[in-house]
């Protein structure tokens, strides 16, 4: 009879360690390929769309674009500006392809 029981827990404590297991990896994995497909590559100041110009325009008045890198495989953040301020503070600005503000970085020089 302890053989019975001691056997059925072991088969339902099994049941329940597996599905956490596979959770873990599918989490993992997912996150990898969220890091993949986020690649920037360089393109000139002068070839920024006008609707980031007027973005950056609105948002940072008086900050002067320093870089900017745009995201081919993306869907959610599409470029990454490095802007300088009057005072010297750096800001790494993400926006999507709309010129809204997804994510922001400022930094002291």
């Known amino acids: 009879m302890k053989k019975i029981v001691y056997g059925v827990l072991v088969t339902l404590g099994g049941l329940f360690i597996s599905p956490q297991a ?4 599918g989490m993992t994995g997912s996150v990898e390929e969220t890091v993949a497909q ?6 000139e100041v002068t070839d920024v769309p006008q609707v980031l110009r007027d973005a ?6 008086g900050c002067l674009l320093k870089s900017v890198e745009v995201s081919n495989n993306s869907t959610f953040v599409k470029y990454k500006v490095v802007l300088t301020s009057r005072n010297g503070k750096m800001y790494k600005v993400y926006f999507d392809d709309r010129g809204h503000v997804v994510k922001e970085h400022a930094y002291f020089e």
């Open 38 to 43: 986020d690649k920037f590559y360089p393109i």
């Open 56 to 61: 950056v325009n609105t948002s940072y008045e």
């Open 22 to 25: 596979e959770a873990q990896v």
